[in-house]
């Protein structure tokens, strides 16, 4: 991997429906200037600054980055964007570490947003076509058959999508950033509520929501000068695949498998169930947590709803926590949710998680996916050098 | 294929058509906001800088900008283009200057139009001053000012 590279300073919004108070600038500058604290580094000590978001189409400001250099004290510096549709959060954290691991930079900030209020970013996705039928079915319409196909080949009963929405709401509760804090939230409210893609019902799809992640990545010696613990990268890597090809295996698709082989071959990690302590993995649809459970080797294909099922996953009690802070089904900054993930689980290696905090964390899966399950962003970190 | 001819291609229309909301923030806000009131405000900065319109973060240094001040109504043309025929949808329906005004009180330029009339009466480093379109019809955007007359005519 080259040289080795640490997260020593993450910093979020409070993510919500409708940030009317900020501009896009004012947002991404929220997050930044916590990173900036949480590392005790002046904006003077950052080398490059690498962001990223899905389509500039969401918010119709076109290649925000341009605008964005002053509010991230980036003039005059090396500032790249990237772009991966909803796995991008992930892919923007990767890209920066390379920046440290290619031994190109001391200190990197990288920075991920999405200002869904300014726009609506869910019919964004599906424009009517000419000699199509209007679909407008949204992301949740596009996953649906997907998740059909997934319970139809494994045999999962229709209750299992439930318990994930509410064991990641309840978790939410404990995470003060968090956007959706639903104190009522219950087995039956989830079932009770609409349907609104079969299976997906209402309170098993991720808000719309407003809100910036940010991280201060380091090498060795900008790491071992910094106040707080740093967590290592042990492996960390990107797949992606084309949205159709024949054969295509939508339900446990070929790039996220390579993808999540490819991270734990750096980590010497054969065992994940047994050796990640907790994941940050991007569910969206209540049903990606089974479906990823398998994709990512924590359970054998057709058994991930078992692990979810037998309370596998939960903060409260699991051996494998997934999704601690809530998750995206409680917060959906879209570009900002797969650098959360990443993100995320620096606090758990770092222990400072607060309420959500899982003890001991020595290892931790952080995930990211987008576009029709087709790009893929991992990385996991530790509390010790690789 | 068979008799299918090339004049049956089937062509439709494609019109995207997609709302946006923007939420400004403090510093445009306040700007969009003095329009509305007849105030013209810029942001200072390091140096002395004072940029109109104001902008969040300074662009030389990325500091906060730091507080607002009113600059103009009056100011200097820097530079300016003439326009003889207008089209439809431009600020004014006669011949006018693109202008770029440095206000009093400000060190960057604010792009808008001067209505002088006749391009014989346009020069970099004439005085212009703004005039707003009546109170009534002010809602918080840039053509709430309708154009910058020369000084001495106004």
């Known amino acids: 991997m080259g040289e ?4 020593i300073g993450v ?23 916590r990173a900036l604290e949480d590392a005790e580094l002046s904006w003077a000590d950052i080398d490059a600054v690498v962001i990223g978001k899905a389509p500039d189409m969401f918010e119709g400001v076109m290649m925000p980055e341009l605008y964005l250099a002053p509010a991230l004290g980036a003039v005059g510096k090396p500032m790249v964007r990237v772009h991966t549709a909803g796995s991008v959060g ?14 190109l930079h001391r200190r990197v900030l990288t920075v991920a947003f999405e200002k869904q209020s300014d726009s609506d970013a869910m019919w964004a996705l599906s424009v009517p076509q000419p000699f199509s039928a209007p679909l407008l079915a949204g992301a949740g319409g596009y996953f649906a058959p997907i998740i ?4 139809r080949r494994s045999g999962a009963p229709d209750h299992i999508g439930i318990l994930v929405a509410v064991k990641d709401r309840k978790q939410a509760l404990k995470n003060p950033y968090a956007h959706l804090h639903m104190e009522d939230i219950s087995f039956e409210t989830v079932r009770d509520s609409i349907m609104l893609w079969d299976p997906i019902r209402y309170l098993e799809t991720c808000p719309s929501s407003d809100g910036a992640a940010a991280m201060v990545l380091a090498d060795e010696t900008a790491a071992a000068a910094s106040p707080r613990p740093p967590a290592w990268v042990h492996g960390m890597a990107m797949r992606s695949e084309p949205t159709m090809f024949a054969g295509r295996d939508q339900v446990n698709p070929k790039a996220g498998r390579d993808c999540a082989a490819d991270v734990y071959a750096q980590a010497g990690i054969t065992d994940p169930r047994g050796e990640i302590d907790v994941a ?3 569910v969206p649809f209540s049903w990606y947590e089974p479906m990823w459970l398998e994709n ?10 078992k692990l979810t099922d037998s309370g596998a996953t939960a903060l409260d009690g699991g051996d494998i926590p997934w999704n601690c802070s809530g998750g995206v089904l409680s917060s959906n900054p879209i570009g900002a949710s797969g650098m959360l993930r990443f993100l995320e689980v620096a606090m758990q290696v770092r222990g400072q998680a607060g309420e959500h905090q899982v003890d001991g964390v020595r290892r931790a899966l952080g995930h990211a996916y987008g576009g029709g399950s087709q790009f893929f962003s991992m990385w996991v970190l530790g509390d010790d050098k690789p | 294929m068979g008799d299918t001819g090339a004049e049956e291609v089937l062509r439709a229309p494609h019109a995207l058509d997609y709302t946006y909301t923007r939420s400004v923030g403090p510093v ?8 509305r009131q007849g105030r013209i405000l810029g942001a200072t900065g390091a140096g002395g800088v004072v940029t109109v319109p104001p902008t969040e973060y300074d662009p030389q240094t990325g500091e906060r900008s730091g507080e607002l001040v009113e600059v103009g109504p009056a100011g200097v043309v820097s530079t300016w283009a003439w326009t003889d025929h207008p089209s439809a949808d431009q600020p004014l329906d006669r011949p006018f200057a693109w202008a770029l005004v440095t206000l009093d009180g400000a060190t960057t330029g604010l792009l808008h139009v001067v209505d002088a009339g006749s391009s014989d009466a346009m020069s970099s480093g004439m005085r212009v001053r703004a005039k707003f379109v009546p109170e009534a019809d002010r809602r918080g955007h840039l053509r709430d000012i309708e154009c910058f007359v020369p000084e001495a005519s106004s």
């Open chain 1, 11 to 33: 910093g979020q919004t409070k993510h919500a429906a409708k940030r009317e108070d900020v501009s896009i600038a004012g947002l991404v500058r929220e997050a930044a200037e």
């Open chain 1, 280 to 282: 940050e993995v991007y």
């Open chain 1, 148 to 151: 059909r196909a997934y319970m």
């Open chain 1, 4 to 7: 080795r590279c640490a997260v």
């Open chain 2, 28 to 35: 445009i806000g306040a700007f969009l906001t003095g329009l």
């Open chain 1, 296 to 305: 990512l080797g924590f359970a054998p294909e057709g058994e991930g709803w």
């Open chain 1, 90 to 103: 992930g892919s923007t954290a990767i890209v920066a570490a390379h920046l440290v691991t290619s031994g």
